[in-house]
């Protein structure tokens, strides 16, 4: 990573809340079925905790069925993930 904020705590937050919201999951539910904790979930949702790992960005984007790059608002990351691969 760079200098830049790929990962800044509000923007991607608010992108994870988002999506959790639209596939109708709680935090408990988004986390255990991605492998983290729902104080986890919460953390990065409220900007205290950074979505830095790509094994994290890639493990919440399959959960919620959607390309990394809807996380990170990155053209890069936009390839999307087959559930269960």
Same mark, same amino acid.
């Given at each position: 990573?760079?200098?830049?904020?790929?990962?800044?705590?509000?923007? @991607?937050?608010?992108?994870?809340?988002?999506?959790?919201?639209?596939?109708?999951?709680?935090?408990? @539910?988004?986390?255990?079925?991605?492998?983290?904790?729902?104080?986890?979930?919460?953390?990065?949702?409220?900007?205290?905790?950074?979505?830095?790992?790509?094994?994290?960005?890639?493990?919440?984007?399959?959960?919620?069925?959607?390309p990394v790059g809807e996380?990170?608002?990155?053209?890069?990351?936009?390839?999307?993930? @087959?559930?269960?691969?």
């Amino acid at each position: 990573m760079t200098g830049e904020t790929l990962m800044d705590g509000d923007e @991607v937050g608010a992108r994870l809340r988002r999506w959790r919201l639209r596939r109708g999951l709680t935090q408990r @539910v988004l986390g255990e079925l991605a492998g983290y904790t729902q104080g986890y979930i919460a953390q990065i949702e409220n900007g205290l905790a950074p979505l830095d790992r790509r094994a994290t960005r890639e493990s919440l984007a399959r959960v919620l069925q959607i390309p990394v790059g809807e996380l990170t608002d990155r053209p890069g990351d936009d390839r999307r993930l @087959v559930p269960g691969r």
